[in-house]
C-alpha cells in the first residue's frame, strides 16, 4: 500500500465498487456495505487490514432533548499486545458525538478509520420520522491504494508522497509534497476553462475566460494582454516634471506599443532629435528594415497635430518626427510644435517586430 513512512501506511477505504457505504434502512438505523480498509496503528504496531464481508446493520441512539449532536461511524481494530482491551478484532462501530448548540465529532479512539458522521437531530427517534438521511450524511471516507495507485477521492487530506497522484472527479492531481496541484491531462494540452487556477508548468495553456492564458510560472497571463512599462523620452530642450507611460502588448516577435509624455513644469521641448526606447530592442534584421507608425501632439492651447514615430532594425528605441507641409520629416519642434502648458502631450503607437 502506500507508504508514508519507513514502518507506516497511508490508513483508508481501498477503492473497488462503492466500498463501505452507508444506506438508511430505517428512521434510526443505517447499513454500512462490505468493503476492505487499512487502519494504521502506532509506528510499532504498524497497518491492519481490515475486511467487512457482509453488510452491518447499524442502531442509532434516540436524539438529545435540546441539542444536536454528530455520531461518527467507523472501523476499530483492538490488539491486546497495545492496547488495554485484551482483545484482538476489528469492530464497526457507532462513535456517539456530545450534544451542543454547535456540535462536533468525539475524539477518534487510536486504531481507527472514521467513514461517515450522522448529524442525530435534537429529539429524533423511530416516532418522530428519524434522522433525515438525505441531509444528515456527510461522508468522511478517504481512499487508499498501493504506491503509485490513483487515489479516487477529493478530501483535504495530504499526500503521502511528492509525486502521488488522485483523481478527484473532475481532474489528475499530483501531491507537490505541499499542495494536490492540478495535473495537464497531457503535456502540452489545453486545459478547459473550468480546469485548475494553477499551472502545472511554465508554458502551459489553458482556455481562458477571454482566450488563451499561458501559465508563467506565477499566473495565467492572457494571450494578448497589454503589460505597462515606463519609456524614456529623450531629445527635449528640458525634460523638467513631464510624465511618461506606456503600453505593449507582445504575441511572439510581435510587439504592438502605445507610448505618451505629458509636459510638466518646466519642461520645454526644444528643436531637437525627440526619441523614445522601446519595451523590447528590435530585430536586427539589416538596413534599409524598419517600421514605423502614427501619433498625435497636443499643445493644450490649439489643436492637434501629426507625429511619425520611426523604428530602425537592432534599434532600442523609436525616433519621433512630425511631417513638413513639403512632406519632408522633421524634429517637431522644428516646425514650431509648441510645448509650455498644463495639458500639453505627445503620443505615439507603432508595431514592430523583436528577435
Same mark, same amino acid.
Given at each position: 500500500?502506500t ?25 434510526? =438505523?443505517a ?27 447499524? @442502531? /442509532? ?10 455520531? +461518527? ?10 492496547? =488495554? ?7 464497526? &462501530? ?55 495507485? $490513483?487515489?479516487?477521492?477529493a ?17 489528475? &492531481? ?6 494536490? +496541484? ?5 503535456l ?9 487556477? /494553477? ?13 488563451? @492564458? ?15 512599462y ?7 530642450? $528640458? ?11 507582445r ?10 509624455l ?13 526619441? +523614445? ?22 499643445d493644450? &492651447?490649439?489643436y ?10 537592432? @534599434?532600442?528605441?523609436? =525616433? ?18 509648441r ?9 505615439? =503607437? /507603432?508595431s514592430y517586430?523583436?528577435?
Amino acid at each position: 500500500m502506500t507508504p508514508t513512512g519507513a514502518t507506516t501506511t497511508a490508513p483508508g477505504v481501498i477503492p473497488g465498487g462503492t466500498p463501505l457505504s452507508l444506506t438508511s434502512t430505517a428512521p434510526m =438505523q443505517a447499513q454500512l456495505g462490505a468493503g476492505r480498509a487499512i487502519v494504521q496503528g502506532t509506528t510499532l504496531q504498524g497497518a491492519y487490514p481490515v475486511t467487512l464481508t457482509l453488510p452491518e446493520t447499524l @442502531d /442509532f441512539a434516540p436524539g438529545h432533548t435540546q441539542w444536536d449532536r454528530i455520531d +461518527v461511524v467507523l472501523l476499530h481494530v483492538y490488539d491486546g499486545l497495545y492496547d =488495554q482491551s485484551g482483545k484482538a478484532l476489528a469492530a464497526v &462501530e457507532i462513535l456517539k458525538g456530545t450534544p451542543a448548540a454547535d456540535p462536533k465529532p468525539a475524539p477518534l479512539p487510536s486504531c481507527s478509520l472514521p467513514l461517515w458522521a450522522v448529524r442525530v437531530p435534537v429529539a429524533a427517534s423511530a416516532g418522530t420520522g428519524g434522522i433525515p438521511w438525505a441531509t444528515a450524511v456527510t461522508d468522511l471516507r478517504v481512499y487508499t491504494v498501493a504506491a503509485g495507485g $490513483i487515489r479516487p477521492d477529493a478530501s483535504s487530506d495530504p499526500g503521502a508522497y511528492a509525486g502521488q497522484l488522485r483523481d478527484t472527479g473532475t481532474r489528475v &492531481e499530483r501531491w507537490s509534497g505541499a499542495a494536490w +496541484v492540478p495535473y495537464p491531462s497531457a503535456l502540452g494540452g489545453i486545459v478547459p476553462n473550468t480546469g485548475p487556477a /494553477f499551472g502545472s508548468y511554465v508554458g502551459q495553456w489553458r482556455d481562458g475566460p477571454t482566450g488563451l @492564458d499561458r501559465w508563467d510560472g506565477t499566473q495565467w497571463a492572457p494571450l494578448g494582454r497589454w503589460v505597462p512599462y515606463t519609456p524614456f523620452w529623450s531629445g527635449l530642450d $528640458i525634460y523638467g516634471d513631464a510624465t511618461a507611460g506606456g503600453r505593449y502588448c507582445r504575441i511572439g516577435r510581435h510587439v504592438d506599443v502605445v507610448a505618451w509624455l505629458t509636459w510638466g513644469p518646466g519642461s520645454s521641448l526644444g528643436t531637437g532629435n525627440i526619441r +523614445v526606447t522601446l519595451p523590447v530592442a528590435s530585430a536586427d534584421v539589416g538596413a534599409p528594415h524598419g517600421w514605423q507608425g502614427t501619433g498625435r501632439h497636443l499643445d493644450a &492651447e490649439t489643436y492637434w497635430r501629426a507625429l511619425l514615430p520611426v523604428v530602425d532594425a537592432g @534599434d532600442g528605441g523609436a =525616433q519621433v518626427l512630425a511631417t513638413a507641409p513639403d512632406g519632408q520629416w522633421m524634429n517637431p519642434g522644428q516646425l514650431g510644435y509648441r510645448w509650455n502648458r498644463e495639458g500639453a502631450s505627445m503620443r505615439v =503607437q /507603432f508595431s514592430y517586430e523583436t528577435a
